[in-house]
């Protein structure tokens, strides 16, 4: 990996992932390969018949490698991470409860990053497993799609800069 890629921080916007639908991450390389990123997100859902929200902040935390497989510009990113989701609202659904989600996702993506340049992009396959909430472990478990496996990508776009 190039000398500048060794020791970077990072600021990346990502639309799905561990976000859910969006996310502002900061990301550091930790040793060499290895980057560690947390971010956050905000979300408010507009329930139609009754017009009440649901309110969600996503946490996602996540580790992941980054291998070398082409001209120092091309990377395969793979990793794991964890989406905490918090709910709060008073849905018909949700009848005013928070409600607080860890949901594991994996991470297998593309990374191109230029040379000599700040600027990078990303292109990942990062599939979650819905939990049941840590707060009320009698209600469903989070399945925005209906399924516990659920089928999630990200793009993103991500600055590098050094402290």
């Known amino acids: 990996m190039r000398d500048d890629l ?6 990346t916007f990502e639309i799905g992932g561990g976000g859910l639908l969006y996310s502002l991450n900061y990301e550091h390389n930790i040793k060499q390969n290895f980057v560690a990123r947390a971010g956050i997100s905000f979300l408010q859902i507009k329930e139609k018949q ?4 649901l309110k969600v902040m996503s946490i996602p935390l996540s ?9 120092d510009k091309h990377f395969l990113e793979v990793g794991v991470g964890i989406m905490d989701l918090m709910t709060s609202g008073d849905l018909v659904e949700y009848k005013g409860t928070t409600d607080i989600f860890l949901n594991p ?3 297998a993506g593309y990374r ?3 040379i000599a340049k700040e600027w990078n992009f990303i292109l ?3 599939p979650f497993y819905g939990t049941k909430s840590l707060t009320n472990p009698t209600e469903q478990s ?3 799609f209906g399924k516990k496996l659920q089928i999630w ?3 993103g776009v991500v600055y590098n800069f050094k402290l």
């Open 63 to 71: 580790f992941s490698y980054l291998k070398n497989i082409y001209l």
């Open 50 to 53: 009754t017009e009440k929200f």
């Open 142 to 144: 989070f399945q925005p």
């Open 153 to 155: 990508g990200n793009i």
């Open 6 to 11: 060794n020791s970077y921080h990072a600021l």
């Open 112 to 114: 191109y990053r230029p």
């Open 124 to 126: 990942s396959f990062t």
């Open 105 to 107: 996702y994996l991470i």
